[in-house]
């Protein structure tokens, strides 16, 4: 299994910002598949998943409205549009997979810097 993420990057407040994760390894109908981040001096947060089979979505309350996760299985890649972004969603952002049933996210990519100023 590997998650690659990339797109990350420094944009000023207000901003929008796009970063994706290829994923490779496992058949992506069976799993959830989630963004995180984390910032220095904070816990990791769940920022938004996307379930099987419906591919339905949650999403924090910090970013509801403002960041949209999708999925496009051709090309295996995990995506998370992100608008209207504020100096609080600096972070490095990770992508993570998980088999459905299990509990917790198994794999994890390397991250990608979010800076918002």
């Known amino acids: 299994v590997q998650l690659v993420e990339s797109g990350g990057g420094s944009v000023q407040a207000g901003g929008s910002l796009n970063v994706s994760c290829v994923y490779s390894?496992?058949?992506?109908?069976?799993?959830?598949l989630a963004w995180f981040r984390k910032s220095p001096g904070m816990e990791r947060e769940g920022v938004a998943a996307?379930?099987?089979?419906?591919?339905?979505?949650t999403y924090a309350d910090s970013v509801k409205g403002r960041f949209t996760i999708s999925r496009d299985n051709a090309k295996k890649t995990l995506s998370l549009q992100m608008n209207s972004l504020k100096p609080e969603d600096t972070a490095m952002y990770y992508c993570?997979?998980?088999?459905?049933?299990?509990?917790?996210?198994?794999?994890w990519g390397q991250g990608t810097q979010v800076t918002v100023s």
């Open positions: 390894g496992f058949t992506a109908s069976s799993y959830c």
């Open positions: 996307l379930f099987p089979p419906s591919g339905s979505t």
């Open positions: 993570a997979a998980r088999w459905y049933r299990r509990t917790d996210y198994d794999y």
